[in-house]
């Protein structure tokens, strides 16, 4: 497995968190939900990139009042499933 860094200028680093472990903490956590939001990631898989439990994450989302991504695709999967092929 490979690690990707990335460099983010102290100006906006600072605004994730007043301490480097606060900065990668909360920035790991925003790309986590953006991931989320965008349909990408899982909540199991983006709780574990912001190292938390998917239950941790969802408590996240909640609070953040984050709707679950629904894609075209996935309505359509789910016809299917609840009515056979389509």
Known sequence: MSTVILEIPESYA???GATDEEVARNAK???AIGMYR????????AGEF???????????LMAR??????????????LRYAFGRL
């Open 14 to 16: 600072r605004s994730f």
């Open 38 to 45: 965008k349909g990408r990631w899982s909540t199991r898989r």
């Open 65 to 78: 009042k984050v709707e679950a991504p629904y894609t075209k695709e996935m309505l359509e999967q789910d």
């Open 50 to 60: 912001a190292g938390m439990d998917r239950w941790q994450f969802m408590d996240v």
């Open 29 to 31: 956590l925003e790309l």
